[in-house]
C-alpha cells in the first residue's frame, strides 16, 4: 500500500502538521542540500539530487513566497508577492540566491524552462496590469506580455484574487498561462512575446499543469481536464469534490489534486481516487524531481507553511 509521510516539524508557526495518522517521515528526509539531475525521477532512487525538503524551507522565513517550483537539479523557486521586496528565491537548502522582480509588481506564479536557462513569473500590480515576465538565473526579470486583467475570488489573499496565479513551462518554449486572454482562456506565451490563445469559453482557471509527457491540462471548478494540442479538444479527466486550487502529477501518472474542501485527493492513472490528506489554509503544489509531492500554503506577508509527501516508489 501507498505511504504518504508528514514532517513533525520544529517551526509550528511556518509548518503545517498533517493531522491524519501517519507514519512521521525522518527529520531531513528531503536533504537540504542541492546536486545535478535529470528531470523525472522518483523516490527509492531519484534524479541524483536531493530537494531542500519542507522543515528547510520553512526555517528559511522568506517573506510573503506564494508558489513553488523545483527545476531538474532539485532547487526551490519561490516567488514573493511583498511590496517592494518582490523577487524569487533561489535555494538548494544550503545556500539561497534572488532574482529581483520590477519595480512593486506581485510575483504570483512561477515555472521554470526544462531545458533553457530561463525563469517565467505570473507578475500584477493591483488588477490593472498582468504580465508574463521572464529572467535568467543571473538576470533581472522583464515582461514579454501583458495580459486582460482577471481574477478569482476563490483564493482567501487578495493578492491571489488578481492576475494568474499559476503557469506551466514545457520543452518546446511555450509557457501555458490561463486567463492571459481574459476568464477562461489558456494560452501558449513564447520567449519573443508571441501569443496564441488555444483554450476559451471555459469557466474561470486556477490552475495549469504539464504531466510527465508534457500533455496540457488545466482546472476549472472542480475539472481537471486535458487540452489536446493535436486535435483541440478538452475533455474532463477528473472530477473532484470541491473546487480545484491546484494540482500536480507524479512521475507515473498519479494526480495530486488540492480543493477549497481543504483536502488532498488523489487520482491513479486507473481511475480511482481517494482523499490522502487534510490541510489547512490554502496552498499550491509541486513534485519535486527526487519523489515528493510539497504544498506551500502562503500567509502573507508572513513566510508561507510548507508540509511534504513521500510519493512511493515510481
Given at each position: 500500500?501507498?505511504?504518504?509521510?508528514?514532517?513533525?516539524?520544529?517551526?509550528?508557526?511556518?509548518?503545517?502538521k498533517?493531522?491524519?495518522?501517519?507514519e512521521?517521515?525522518?527529520?531531513?528526509?528531503?536533504?537540504s542540500?542541492g546536486?545535478?539531475?535529470?528531470?523525472g525521477?522518483?523516490?527509492?532512487?531519484g534524479?541524483?539530487?536531493v530537494?531542500?525538503d519542507?522543515?528547510?524551507?520553512?526555517?528559511?522565513?522568506?517573506?510573503g513566497?506564494?508558489?513553488?517550483?523545483?527545476?531538474?537539479?532539485?532547487?526551490a523557486?519561490?516567488?514573493?508577492?511583498?511590496?517592494?521586496?518582490?523577487?524569487?528565491?533561489?535555494?538548494?537548502?544550503?545556500?539561497?540566491?534572488?532574482?529581483?522582480?520590477?519595480?512593486?509588481?506581485?510575483?504570483?506564479?512561477?515555472g521554470?524552462?526544462?531545458?533553457?536557462?530561463i525563469i517565467?513569473?505570473?507578475?500584477?500590480?493591483?488588477n490593472?496590469?498582468?504580465?508574463?515576465?521572464?529572467?535568467?538565473?543571473?538576470?533581472?526579470?522583464?515582461?514579454?506580455?501583458?495580459?486582460?486583467?482577471?481574477?478569482?475570488d476563490?483564493?482567501?489573499?487578495?493578492?491571489?484574487?488578481?492576475?494568474?496565479?499559476?503557469?506551466?513551462?514545457?520543452?518546446?518554449g511555450?509557457v501555458?498561462?490561463?486567463?492571459?486572454?481574459?476568464?477562461g482562456?489558456l494560452?501558449?506565451?513564447?520567449?519573443?512575446?508571441?501569443?496564441s490563445?488555444?483554450?476559451?469559453?471555459?469557466?474561470?482557471?486556477?490552475?495549469?499543469?504539464?504531466?510527465?509527457?508534457?500533455?496540457?491540462?488545466?482546472?476549472?471548478?472542480?475539472?481537471?481536464?486535458?487540452?489536446d494540442?493535436?486535435s483541440?479538444?478538452?475533455?474532463?479527466?477528473?472530477?473532484?469534490?470541491?473546487?480545484?486550487?491546484?494540482?500536480?502529477f507524479?512521475?507515473?501518472?498519479?494526480?495530486?489534486v488540492?480543493t477549497?474542501a481543504?483536502?488532498?485527493?488523489?487520482?491513479?492513472?486507473?481511475?480511482s481516487?481517494?482523499?490522502?490528506?487534510?490541510v489547512v489554509?490554502?496552498?499550491?503544489?509541486?513534485?519535486?524531481?527526487d519523489?515528493?509531492?510539497?504544498r506551500?500554503?502562503?500567509?502573507t506577508?508572513?513566510?508561507?507553511?510548507?508540509v511534504?509527501?513521500?510519493l512511493?516508489?515510481?
Open positions: 500500500m501507498h505511504r504518504f509521510l508528514w514532517f513533525a516539524l520544529l517551526l509550528t508557526a511556518c509548518v503545517g498533517a493531522p491524519l495518522t501517519l512521521p517521515a525522518p527529520a531531513g528526509a528531503g536533504g542540500d546536486g545535478a539531475g535529470g528531470m525521477g522518483s523516490a527509492g532512487g534524479p541524483g539530487c530537494h531542500p519542507a522543515e528547510t524551507l520553512a526555517m528559511k522565513l522568506y517573506p513566497t506564494v508558489d513553488l517550483a523545483f527545476d531538474a537539479e532539485c532547487r523557486y519561490l516567488p514573493t508577492v511583498v511590496s517592494g521586496q518582490d523577487r524569487v528565491y533561489v535555494t538548494d537548502g544550503a545556500t539561497t540566491d534572488t532574482i529581483l522582480g520590477m519595480g512593486n509588481f506581485n510575483l504570483s506564479a512561477v521554470i524552462d526544462p531545458v533553457r536557462d517565467f513569473v505570473a507578475q500584477h500590480t493591483d490593472s496590469i498582468c504580465h508574463l515576465a521572464a529572467a535568467s538565473s543571473n538576470s533581472a526579470f522583464s515582461t514579454i506580455a501583458t495580459g486582460v486583467p482577471s481574477g478569482s476563490r483564493w482567501h489573499s487578495a493578492v491571489l484574487q488578481r492576475c494568474q496565479t499559476s503557469i506551466a513551462v514545457d520543452s518546446r511555450c501555458w498561462v490561463p486567463n492571459f486572454d481574459g476568464a482562456t494560452s501558449c506565451i513564447r520567449l519573443e512575446g508571441e501569443v490563445t488555444e483554450v476559451t469559453g471555459q469557466p474561470y482557471i486556477e490552475s495549469v499543469a504539464l504531466d510527465h509527457s508534457e500533455e496540457v491540462f488545466f482546472a476549472a471548478d472542480e475539472l481537471v481536464k486535458h487540452y494540442r493535436s483541440k479538444e478538452v475533455t474532463t479527466i477528473f472530477t473532484a469534490g470541491a473546487p480545484v486550487l491546484d494540482f500536480a507524479a512521475p507515473n501518472g498519479e494526480l495530486f488540492e477549497t481543504g483536502v488532498i485527493e488523489r487520482r491513479l492513472p486507473s481511475g481516487s481517494e482523499v490522502i490528506d487534510t489554509g490554502q496552498g499550491r503544489l509541486a513534485v519535486s524531481p519523489g515528493y509531492l510539497v506551500i500554503a502562503s500567509d506577508p508572513s513566510p508561507a507553511s510548507f511534504e509527501w513521500a512511493p516508489d515510481l
